[in-house]
């Protein structure tokens, strides 16, 4: 899993997605192989993976586990990254969804390609030169339907209690206390609300202190869906997610997916 690059949490910026000037002024002060870079790098991976105009890996998972027979009014994207993710669910369900992330560079993107018909990004060359690359952007503008917002999932600034649908993709393997995360998603469900996580078990030490990774493939999980309230509805592995450094290197991952439930309270 690619590193993420924890400075820039506090750091503003005035880049314009929507503008290719702006975008190529911020590429050419870029210092090959520094954070920032590394940043600029990880941002244009994501934003080609979810704006490419491929079936993402999030299309798959929504067709296969929410079929719509439920209202969906509110939903939460945990870990929402560039935000494709969080746009799909509004489109597909009409609901109103909160992007949440602590990569900000990431959700100011995100609120770029909600608005604009075309966006622009660093694009890693096999030369290993950043250039420029458009996305056209296909989907419908969702209007304001999507609420950004940049915080740590561990303690999300938002009301308990309250959502129909929270989904968490490739984020749990990447975060410092996954049974913690787990029981903030599991607090702002909803009695009944349901929860669809996903994963590739990419744990790392940077991440992740070793004591804390779990398997999708043992009883971890169910340890702490017990402890959380939480009932797995249904459960499927084998969902591909490939990250395209350049065009000649990939990161290819395998994400095991869980739907589960907040039981009613007794
Ligand atoms: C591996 S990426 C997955 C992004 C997207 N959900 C996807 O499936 O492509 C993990 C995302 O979680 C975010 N993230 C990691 N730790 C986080 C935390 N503690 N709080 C909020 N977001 C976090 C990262 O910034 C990144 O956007």
């Known amino acids: 899993m690619p590193a993420r690059s924890e400075d820039l949490l506090a750091r503003d910026t005035s880049i314009r997605f ?13 210092e090959p192989g520094n954070n920032d870079w590394e940043s600029a790098v990880l941002l244009g991976m994501y934003a080609e993976l979810h704006y490419g105009h491929q079936r993402t890996q999030a299309q798959q998972l929504f067709d296969r586990f929410l079929d719509g027979s439920t209202p969906i009014s509110r939903a939460l994207d945990l870990g929402c990254g560039v935000g494709r993710s969080s ?10 969804v909160v992007g949440l992330d602590s990569w900000p560079l990431a959700l100011r993107f ?3 390609a909600a608005h604009h018909p075309e966006v622009y990004v660093p694009r890693l060359e096999a030369s290993n030169r950043l250039t420029v690359a458009s996305i056209a952007i296909a989907h419908a503008d969702p209007a304001d339907r999507v609420r950004w917002v940049c915080a ?32 903030q998603a ?13 994963q590739p078990d990419a744990w790392s030490p940077q991440a992740t202190p070793a004591n804390s990774w ?32 350049t065009r000649r290197t990939s990161f290819n991952y395998v994400s095991h997916a869980r739907l589960m439930e907040l ?4």
């Open 18 to 30: 929507d503008d290719a000037n702006s975008v190529q002024a911020w590429v050419d002060q870029l």
């Open 87 to 96: 746009v799909e669910l509004t489109i597909r369900f009409g609901s109103d």
């Open 110 to 112: 995100a609120e770029a």
């Open 152 to 183: 740590n999932v561990h303690q999300p600034p938002l009301e308990a209690g309250v959502y129909d649908l929270v989904v968490a993709l490739n984020l749990f393997d990447t975060v410092a206390n996954p049974s913690l995360a787990l029981g």
């Open 186 to 198: 599991s607090a702002l469900l909803r009695p009944g609300g349901q929860l669809l996580i996903a």
């Open 214 to 245: 779990l398997s999708s493939e043992s009883d971890d999980w169910q340890q702490l869906l017990d402890a959380y309230n939480l009932k797995t509805v249904d459960s499927e592995d084998g969902f591909a997610w490939t990250l395209q450094r």
């Open 263 to 266: 039981r009613p309270q007794a």
